[in-house]
């Protein structure tokens, strides 16, 4: 299993970003994908999650009003459209392989539900 994201960088408030993870090892139209970033000192939290389909998805609350969450099976890749940036959202991005099959909302957020991860693509936001 390989994630490899992308898309990172440096951007000012209020720009855009579109973070995209290209997957491989593995059957990617079967699995729930997930993001989830890591700003210095803090601990990693779940930004958003996608369905294996793509027809549910779940952000957190500070960014579902800000970001977009997207798949291409086809391509095995996942995408994070992330707009109006702000300086708290300084961090490095992960992607993560979840759970195969049903979508639980409950679960999604869970980071232990996640078992294979992307190296992480960092994304700087000046103010």
């Known amino acids: 299993v390989q994630l490899q994201a992308s898309g990172g960088g440096l951007v000012q408030t209020g720009g855009s970003l579109r973070l995209s993870c290209a997957a491989s090892?593995?059957?990617?139209?079967?699995?729930?994908m997930g993001w989830f970033r890591q700003a210095p000192g803090n601990e990693r939290e779940f930004v958003a999650a996608?369905?294996?389909?793509?027809?549910?998805?779940y952000s957190v609350d500070s960014v579902k009003d800000r970001s977009y969450i997207s798949r291409d099976n086809d391509k095995n890749t996942v995408y994070l459209q992330m707009n109006r940036l702000k300086p708290e959202d300084t961090a490095v991005y992960y992607c993560?392989?979840?759970?195969?099959?049903?979508?639980?909302?409950?679960?999604?957020?869970?980071?232990?539900?996640?078992?294979?991860w992307g190296q992480g693509t960092l994304v700087t936001v000046s103010s």
């Open positions: 993560a392989r979840g759970p195969a099959g049903a979508w639980i909302r409950s679960l999604v957020p869970l980071i232990a539900k996640y078992d294979f």
């Open positions: 090892g593995f059957a990617f139209g079967n699995y729930i």
């Open positions: 996608i369905s294996w389909s793509g027809a549910s998805t």
